[in-house]
């Protein structure tokens, strides 16, 4: 019988005792004949060796919201004069070896050494370009942040850093960051693996913060399935004021679908909980999948006309770019 070297607790509506899941939801799981005809097709698009950035030096704290893009899903937040990080990867490569995997082609939109006092981490998922733990020893050394995660995360952190602040929910657990702020981890359409076997052992989720300065969430990696989570966020915490939706590694779509959405997706993310503002992430810093790098800034702009969305109300984050809010 396998076991789950990550997590050991009750069956749930989202874990059947050995492997999470989302209820009602296509299993994004492929095996090693669907990854082979993936990866033999060849229509991978060639990306850039390195894209220019002009990195952002953020202030020390800030009351009204304020969002800094470093790259891929890793985003400074400020708001309520908390600084907080979701999935912050600074490390060359999004890999377990440093010599080999998906390689960084935009440098940190931040410098490490310019981040503020970090006061927490949220952390969606265990995989390697949202989980890395070279990263996350440096925050460590440097700020003892609070790190949040889902289930069975934890197991990979604390084995990894000793002393960690560690806090650890299922999806709609809340737990404080401060005295009039809270964070929500969300549901999503996704699965975890940091190695062989382990498929969907460790839970994965979105954040949702609630702050006397407005709600932002971020969404996580996830597939759009048949939109039910989305509508039931929307039900459970209102409509955020910035959403960070996921828009690119989506190709190819007969592969990604139930794990990661397309930019059409995206906005349909954005109309279904109703966000008064989004962030399109999870583009253009490491290469997973087969679309072209700038392919997810177009077809975003295109859902968005289609949709009659006014285009500054879901931008694509580049590293280095700042909203502000107020």
Aim: hydrophobic fraction near 40%; glycine fraction near 10%; aromatic fraction near 8%.
């Amino acid at each position: 019988m396998p076991k789950n070297r990550y997590y050991a607790g009750p069956v749930s509506d989202n874990f059947d005792g050995l492997r999470f899941f989302s209820p009602g939801q296509p299993l994004p799981d492929r095996g090693l004949r669907e990854v082979w005809a993936w990866q033999r097709s060849g229509q991978r698009a060639k990306w850039p060796r390195e894209v220019p950035v002009a990195p952002t030096v953020p202030p020390a704290r800030s009351e009204a919201p304020r969002l800094t893009m470093v790259g891929h899903a890793s985003v400074l937040i400020q708001v309520a004069g908390l600084n907080l990080l979701t999935d912050p990867v600074w490390s060359q490569r999004a890999s377990p070896l440093s010599f080999a995997g998906p390689k960084r082609v935009t440098a940190p939109g931040i410098a490490f050494d310019a981040l503020p006092e970090i006061d927490a981490v949220l952390l969606s998922h265990n995989h390697y370009d949202h989980l890395d733990l070279a990263t996350l020893r440096r925050l460590h050394r440097a700020h003892a942040p609070l790190m949040v995660m889902p289930l069975g995360t934890d197991a990979t952190v604390r084995r990894a850093i000793r002393g960690a602040r560690v806090a650890v929910g299922d999806w709609h657990d809340r737990i404080a960051l401060g005295e009039h702020v809270s964070v929500a981890l969300t549901p999503a359409n996704h699965w975890s693996s940091r190695g062989l076997g382990d498929r969907r052992m460790a839970l994965w989720c979105g954040h949702w913060l609630d702050t006397p300065a407005g709600q932002i969430w971020f969404a996580g990696d996830t597939g759009y399935g048949d939109g039910a989570i989305f509508r039931d966020i929307r039900a459970r915490h209102g409509t955020p004021d910035v959403a960070l939706i996921p828009i690119g590694a989506y190709a190819p779509r007969w592969f990604m679908r139930n794990q990661h959405v397309g930019p059409d997706e995206a906005v349909q993310i954005f109309r279904d909980v109703e966000a008064r503002q989004a962030l399109g992430i999870h583009w253009g810093t490491f290469q997973l999948t087969d679309e072209p790098r700038e392919e997810p800034v177009q077809l975003l702009a295109e859902a968005l006309g289609e949709a009659g969305i006014a285009a500054e109300r879901f931008r694509a984050f580049a590293p280095g770019d700042v909203h502000a809010e107020g």
